[in-house]
């Protein structure tokens, strides 16, 4: 999921209008308002630091989590839970040789796009609270 909102960031000068040039992370941008919120302080005054919302990004050289593609999906039998099935995805990693089959939980801290639009396109819903 991608955040909504990001910042603080600070506002350059009015361009006109109801566009605002603004020192964003990438460099300035000029938006409009209706895409700015006022940045509202903690109630303490503890200062926050402009650009207080970086991205995670992983490393350059760490391409072993990145979905290059899902190549299909499959219910297994789930050997903790008699008479119930796990979804599994098989996956052709960046940089991988071979695709491979992955549950549910390797998603949960790595939820990609693709994998989003695969289950999307294939009607998949995913239960979380089945996930181990």
Do not use: C
């Not at 960031?9 to 109801?18: A, P, Q, S």
């Not at 219910?75 to 991988?96: E, N, Q, S, T, Y």
């Not at 989003?116 to 998949?124: E, G, K, M």
């Amino acid at each position: 999921m991608k955040r909504v909102w990001q910042g603080p960031f600070e506002i350059l000068k009015r361009e006109g209008g109801n566009r605002y040039l603004v020192d964003t992370p990438q460099g300035p941008r000029v938006y409009s308002i209706d895409r700015l919120k006022p940045y509202r302080p903690a109630l303490s005054g503890a200062k926050v630091p402009l650009y207080y919302h970086a991205d995670i990004v992983a490393p350059p050289d760490d391409d072993g989590w990145v979905v290059q593609e899902i190549l299909g999906h499959e219910r297994r039998p789930d050997p903790k839970r008699r008479g119930k099935k796990r979804l599994f995805w098989r996956v052709h990693w960046k940089g991988a040789d071979q695709p491979s089959w992955e549950p549910a939980s390797q998603f949960v801290h790595h939820v990609t796009d693709k994998w989003l639009q695969y289950n999307r396109r294939h009607n998949i819903h995913v239960d979380w609270s089945d996930v181990s």
